[in-house]
């Protein structure tokens, strides 16, 4: 029936029809959001030289998503991007960086403008620039997925709000380690 009345609501043109379920598909997954996780999984990947490898616990609502293929898959997506990543994450989200390390990075970025002779009212918008562009590096959710060839233009964040409009409950990634040779 949701077809039908977006087909209406399109006007009968069916690539609006689609763009207003997908609408709805977010809204009602943004409605989910703050609904408990408390079943998923651990997925984990290595890579094929041995060298790198990747944890990533994988939340959802019930024990019957976790199982479920499109899950697993995403959850090993993830781990893939994180162990292949050219700018390896270090925060699941842009929320979870400290404002402490925030603030510094602000500093260091704001020293570099400085030392360039810019003026002030462009320097405080180069480092805004600067520290958005950096919370998307270091954030797992606002990194485009490394597999371009299947995911463009795609982050981490599009594919996991893709898979709980699809499943119909709240997706999290809870956390993620990543192991290298020879590092930490």
Same mark, same amino acid.
């Given at each position: 029936?949701?077809?039908?009345?977006?087909?209406? $609501?399109?006007?009968?043109?069916?690539?609006? &029809?689609?763009?207003? +379920?997908?609408?709805?598909?977010? &809204?009602? &997954?943004?409605?989910?959001?703050?609904?408990?996780?408390?079943?998923?999984?651990?997925?984990?990947? !290595?890579? %094929?030289? /041995?060298?790198? /490898?990747?944890?990533?616990?994988? @939340?959802? $609502?019930?024990?019957?998503? %976790?199982?479920?293929?499109?899950?697993?898959?995403?959850?090993?997506?993830?781990?893939?991007? !994180?162990?292949?990543?050219?700018?390896?994450?270090?925060?699941?989200?842009?929320?979870?960086?400290?404002?402490? +390390?925030?603030?510094?990075?602000?500093?260091?970025?704001?020293?570099?403008?400085?030392?360039?002779?810019?003026?002030?009212?462009?320097?405080?918008?180069?480092?805004?620039? @600067?520290?958005?562009?950096?919370?998307?590096?270091?954030?797992? +959710?606002?990194?485009?997925?490394?597999?371009?060839?299947?995911?463009?233009?795609?982050? !981490?964040?599009? +594919?996991? &709000?893709?898979?709980?409009?699809?499943?119909?409950?709240?997706?999290?990634?809870?956390?993620?380690?990543?192991?290298?040779?020879?590092?930490?």
């Amino acid at each position: 029936m949701d077809c039908k009345a977006a087909l209406a $609501e399109a006007g009968g043109d069916v690539d609006k &029809a689609i763009e207003v +379920l997908r609408i709805k598909g977010q &809204a009602s &997954a943004a409605k989910r959001s703050g609904r408990a996780t408390s079943e998923g999984i651990v997925a984990s990947y !290595i890579h %094929a030289t /041995g060298r790198v /490898g990747v944890l990533v616990e994988v @939340q959802c $609502e019930t024990d019957f998503v %976790a199982r479920g293929d499109e899950f697993v898959q995403f959850a090993r997506e993830v781990a893939i991007h !994180i162990a292949g990543a050219p700018s390896p994450p270090v925060f699941v989200s842009a929320e979870e960086i400290p404002d402490e +390390l925030r603030e510094a990075e602000r500093r260091v970025f704001e020293a570099k403008a400085r030392e360039e002779g810019k003026p002030d009212d462009v320097v405080a918008k180069i480092v805004e620039g @600067q520290v958005s562009k950096w919370s998307r590096e270091v954030a797992l +959710l606002e990194q485009e997925h490394v597999r371009s060839d299947r995911y463009e233009g795609q982050t !981490i964040e599009d +594919l996991r &709000a893709q898979l709980a409009a699809k499943t119909g409950e709240n997706i999290r990634i809870a956390r993620f380690a990543r192991f290298v040779v020879g590092e930490g």
